[in-house]
């Protein structure tokens, strides 16, 4: 019986621990095609991210210093001045030249120290380093997903959710956005960039940043802005592959799909409403053209569905069509009308087929 009160009691004194616990563990999630450590801004995954991180480090280390001397000083006093029972009012201060001139000059002195290195590093990290010239790729932000557009000399193509990247080579990105303010962030490969609306009149507003990857793989993205309702669900993941792999895909890229002229799947596309926001292209865009919905081509290649939200599957393919408000409350895809089964598996068959 004495036992079981013990273990009772101690099992009171462990409570206070479950609501931070579950906070914890309410922030895991295993997100749809990433790696481990896929938000570990300590992880680096290239250049970028490694000299962040090094300047972080520095920062964090003067600002640890900073806390220790100040906590030794906070608690010195409170013992040095102390109520006594010979002394119940310590002795008034009322001023200290040296202390005064000393507390002034010392933090100006740390702020130098770590102000000139940080200053220093943002112009050395403004460019890609001299050497291979940089992969140069369009990214406009939508509610809520990414747009890609390669270059004309790899076939100015379109794509979605997944930026493909060669290793070793910088990729150097123009950062606009169709409707609000979002931020582009890759934590393991550089920091987040405001991605800002580009009215024709103020180009100048475009962002840009590079990055480079060191090892291939897959390595999670997301809008570090708020930007509406589906603000968590805006992700991308950048596919970082060999060189030589990258130009194959890229050049798949520039083929049309071999089941893209599937008369089904072409009728259930058409007269289910998603022409009117999608397109079905290899073709070099209109660069003035503007997107409601991704570019649908080789979709079925992609690691993600609904702007990272979902694991490119069937299943959640034909869950997405069947209700995206559901899956994505507030998102634009509105059906005009309710798919039918029949039609959710044509589409589902050939829209998986885009390879």
Known sequence: ?????????????????????????????????????????????????RELGDLYMMTFWWATAVFVV?????????????????NPIPRQVHGNTTFEVLWTIAPTLVLVIVGIPTIQKLFELDEPPPGRPPLEVEVIGHQWWWEFRYPAELGGFVTASDLHVPVGRPVRLTLSSEDVIHSFWPPRLAGKHDVFPVPQTTPWRKNHMWFDVAEPG????????????????????????????????AQRQRQPSPNATDQAGQAAFLSGGCVACHVVTTST?????????????????????AGGTLENNDENLARWLRDPQEVKPGVKMVLPRPLSEEEIQTLVRYLRSLQ
């Not at 100040?70 to 010979?86: G, I, K, N, S, Y």
């Open 1 to 49: 019986m004495r036992s079981m009160i013990e273990r009772l009691a101690r099992v009171r004194r462990a409570w206070p621990l479950l609501l931070p616990a579950l906070m914890l563990l309410a922030g895991c999630n295993e997100l749809p095609g990433a790696r481990t450590d896929p938000a570990n801004t300590f992880a680096y995954g290239g250049t970028m991210a």
């Open 70 to 86: 100040t906590m030794v000083a906070f608690f010195l006093a409170l013992w040095r001045f102390r109520e006594r029972p010979d």
């Open 285 to 305: 865009p209109d660069p003035s053209q503007k997107l409601i919905g991704p570019n649908l081509a080789h979709v079925g290649s992609r690691l993600s569905l």
């Open 218 to 249: 897959i390595y999670y993205g997301q809008c570090a802005e708020f930007c509406g309702i589906e603000h968590a669900q805006m992700r991308f993941f950048v596919v970082a592959q060999p060189e030589a792999e990258f130009l194959a895909w």
